[in-house]
């Protein structure tokens, strides 16, 4: 009965920021972890940015410093802001929540973010 939606994908130029939202339906327990991933073609989904209920947070390594996770409990919304965008950046942004509590995981369908001139 949880569901999870993307959005705010969107073509920029490179050195642009964009952040993405993920808006979570129906409840997911206290104790959580929620994550951004992204694939593009011919790649593995990889792991960009994660948060837990604690606010606690880990980013990939090549996203350091330029990317940014937040959420908004109340508001039940995760958030990306990508700042300084490359085009190697461009991939399928899914967002991921681990519910601890309950012991399942949710997926999105994914936001578009394509960075190119």
């Known amino acids: 009965q949880v569901e999870l939606v993307e959005s705010g994908g969107g073509l920029v130029q490179p050195g642009e920021s964009l952040t993405l939202s993920c808006t979570v339906s129906?409840?997911?327990?206290?104790?959580?972890?929620m994550a951004w991933y992204r694939q593009s073609p011919g790649n593995q989904r990889e792991m960009v940015a994660q948060i837990d209920s604690e606010g606690r947070t880990h980013y990939r390594d090549v996203v350091k410093g330029r990317f940014a996770i937040s959420k908004d409990d109340a508001d039940a919304t995760l958030y990306l802001q990508m700042n300084i965008l490359k085009p190697e950046d461009s991939a399928v942004y899914f967002c991921?929540?681990?519910?601890?509590?309950?012991?399942?995981?949710?997926w999105g369908r994914g936001t578009q973010v394509t960075v190119s001139n």
């Open positions: 991921k929540a681990v519910d601890h509590t309950n012991l399942a995981a949710y």
């Open positions: 129906g409840r997911i327990g206290s104790n959580y972890v």
